[in-house]
């Protein structure tokens, strides 16, 4: 095969092919030309790929425009993003207004849904299906409801359950982190503008049937839940009834005897370890990621996916 071909088939199968063993046993003279290159030591195999089959011999490609050092490769079909870091992509002010601007020629404000088309076709749609401008005012939607929450939860209406009040009091904890009276949500909101960055569809705080416990991401396009387990109260690692080292830790908390190890004691050994078996049984692709560093973080998603 010619390389422009190879380099057709592997955006086409890139999962697949876009590992090195893969792609010694299906192409092993384009991998001896491969190892002809010189590469930094700490590129992946996909950036070699990637860089290779675009023929870029100097390295130009994936470098950050806003410091120059290199950026993270998505995929070897999407390529590189546009930055290296959060900052970087926060102080794109040209990047930025360009969105901003394309919103505001087409619609006349920052975002499509804050135009009065988008409102007005959505309580268009709503109203000659239902007759009512939100289908939240529908008897159907409100039996439905009802119904949906006194079988899951065996109460009428979920803001009764414990775990909405769970939901609020995160909330609440969310805003006090957004306000800086903590930064452990730093991290969160680092990877979501990465993630819409690089035009990685998301949804935060999703849950379904199968996960009902608002995952901080939820990548659509991969079905993959993802868990930010930053902070101290995650243990660092996921919970080990069998380690000792984790027994003890496990006891020194107990021996503080306040409500904030109390509540820690109650993450890491409790929700954190139902989360994790939730996502086992049902056999979901679910990433749990114990730390706050950005580039690890990337680093991991970009494993996934």
């Known amino acids: 095969m010619e390389k422009k071909d190879v380099l ?53 490609l994936g470098v950050c425009s806003i410091c ?16 290296c870091s959060y900052n970087c992509s926060a102080n794109d ?23 009065d088309e988008f409102k007005m076709k959505t309580k268009e749609s709503i109203f000659d299906k239902y007759g009512v401008l939100f289908y939240s005012q529908t008897e159907d939607c409100q039996h439905k409801s009802k119904m949906t929450c006194l079988a899951k939860y065996g109460v009428e209406n979920y803001s009764q359950t414990d775990e909405c009040k769970q ?14 009276s903590f930064t452990t949500s730093k991290i969160e909101e680092q990877i979501s503008v990465w993630l819409s960055n690089n035009s990685i569809n998301y949804i935060r705080q999703y849950k379904s049937d199968l996960y009902p416990f608002a995952c901080d991401f939820y990548l659509t396009d991969y079905d993959l839940y993802i868990e930010i387990q930053g ?14 080292d984790d027994r003890d830790k496990l006891e020194l908390w107990k021996s503080k005897n306040t409500n904030y190890y109390k509540n820690a004691i ?40």
């Open 93 to 115: 002010i040209n990047l930025k207004e360009q969105k901003r601007n394309t919103c505001k020629q087409k619609y006349g404000v920052d975002y499509y849904v804050q135009c």
């Open 266 to 305: 109650d993450v890491w050994t409790i929700r954190d370890v139902k989360k994790r078996n939730t996502a086992k049984e049902h056999n979901l692709l679910f990433l749990e990621i114990f730390s706050t560093n950005f580039d690890y973080c990337t680093n991991q998603i970009l494993e996934y996916i």
């Open 68 to 83: 120059g050092k290199r950026c993270h490769l998505i995929s070897f079909t999407k390529g590189y993003s546009k930055h």
């Open 167 to 180: 939901i609020v009091k995160e909330k609440m904890l969310n805003t006090k982190r957004k306000n800086k």
């Open 8 to 60: 057709i088939f592997l955006i086409e199968h890139s999962k697949q092919y876009c590992r090195e063993k893969t792609f010694l046993k299906k192409f092993p003279e384009y991998y001896n030309k491969l190892s002809q290159w010189t590469f930094p030591i700490d590129f992946t195999f996909q950036q070699k790929l990637y860089h290779y089959f675009h023929n870029d011999i100097n390295l130009d």
């Open 231 to 244: 902070t101290w109260t995650h243990g660092g690692h996921p919970f080990d009834e069998n380690s000792k």
